[in-house]
């Protein structure tokens, strides 16, 4: 898996219309704080001017970021393009719902440089939709993905979500299929997680549902993975698919392969020579203290020699490109005996000096680095 090593930006626009009720990332409805939240960046951007070497990747991500007016996007893109510096062929990405595309908000995010869109469809079943809350049907999600190809977006990437209560294997390959039909090059397929703090998540704690359990999710993970390469996907990261390597998400391999990012807005994270910071999550907050003068910074970790290591394991065996070898040597003194054991159980491929996981290996990846950190 290769990747540039120029920095990637993150923008986290904390805006949904509704909250679904199994997401954790930080969002608000208070749609009437747009333009505050337009005027923080604009500040924010200011103290980073000249803090990054040239971006190549600008991901905008929420909450639900084409839920914008036309206008509002406009002045964020002028406000980055002005003042931060990019690649000429810098990835642009934006994450879009179904219920807002339209023919003229898709020439727009074309004029605006936008390249990639990711599209949250979660599922092709209209009663799967509305279980997760969704405000989208399939047929809108059909409907966008066709305007999105006729507005001239050659770099799609469809979002799914399985293991969730009443879904069945039939139901999600079928999902898997139909999304198939729009041959997107690239795919994200999302294990459904009960986060502390949701309403799902409460709802297991009150045991009102059932988790699908360890057993089935690994089915799913393994059907999943499966099923899309044998429809010419590339899996290369635990969650992701691509129809070439071409199509693996610049921006994303930033974060797994410890790349400088700048993740600007509230809750955005950031990574700059070992040292990682991130904002308030309240929007308040946020602008509040931009429009003070003062950093909207919550907290900055400075990470050891020791931690980044550590990180490169966890985050090396979720990807296809898997763990060097000296990275694996440094970690345990057993690395050999430990390597050789994962290689005969089929979890494990040794190539040109790197343990890379197999399909099965990434059922289990994150238990992986444990043997090598005991
Ligand atoms: S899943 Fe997307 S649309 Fe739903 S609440 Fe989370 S960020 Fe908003």
Redesign the pocket.
Known sequence: MSNSKNPGLYIHVPF?????P??D?Y?ATSLPLVPDWLDGLRREVLIYKDRFAAFDSLYLG???PTLLAGRALTTLMDGLFRHLTFSPDTEITI?A?PDDITLEKLALLRDLGTNRISL?VQSFDDRELQYL???HTARQTEKALEWIRTSGFTNVGVDLMYGFIGQTEASWVQTMKHALDFKPEHLSCYQMTFEEGTPFGKMLAEGQIEPLGEEKERDFFLLTSRFLEEHGYLHYEISNFARSEEFFSRHNQKYWQHVPYLGLGPSAHSFQDGVRWWNHSSIRRYCQALAEGKSPVDETETLSTEQLRLESLYLGFRTRDGVSMRTLHNSSPQADQILSRLQKSGLVRVIKNRALPTREGFAVADRLPLLFSE
Not at 16 to 20: A, E, P
């Open positions: 949904c219309r509704t909250k679904c199994y997401c990332f969002s929420g909450g639900t994450e719902n949250g809350g969704r405000r």
